[in-house]
């Protein structure tokens, strides 16, 4: 499984940005589907997961803000993000571990600023 992540940029508080990554190769609509951020200084964090049955998690930090979403036809998983704030500023990844143990596939990431 190949994923490639697009959206970043940099955008002022307060504004929207959405994040896309799409899969070539594997069987995406069985896979649950991962964001993940890693700010500079900082440990890589999860984001949230949509499964692929479409139950949603977020992390506490983004509830309310930031929405998954996923398009099976199109092997794309979206994550919209609005009211943004200086520390969602990060990379951003999106990650499947797959259907067997020890899978774990990356997207490149994609450089999200936020800043005035």
């Known amino acids: 499984v190949q994923l490639q992540a697009s959206g970043g940029g940099l955008v002022q508080p307060g504004g929207s940005l959405r994040l896309s990554c799409v899969a070539t190769?594997?069987?995406?609509?069985?896979?649950?589907m991962n964001w993940y951020r890693q700010a500079p200084g900082k440990q890589r964090e999860l984001v949230g997961t949509?499964?692929?049955?479409?139950?949603?998690n977020y992390v506490d930090s983004v509830k309310g803000r930031f929405t998954i979403s996923r398009h099976d036809g199109k092997k794309t998983v979206y994550l919209q993000m609005t009211s943004l704030k200086p520390e969602d500023t990060a990379v951003y990844y999106c990650?499947?571990?797959?259907?067997?143990?020890?899978?774990?596939?990356w997207g490149q990431g994609t450089q999200v600023t936020v800043s005035s």
């Open positions: 990650n499947t571990k797959g259907l067997n143990v020890g899978q774990d596939f």
């Open positions: 190769g594997g069987i995406f609509h069985v896979y649950d």
């Open positions: 949509i499964t692929s049955n479409g139950i949603i």
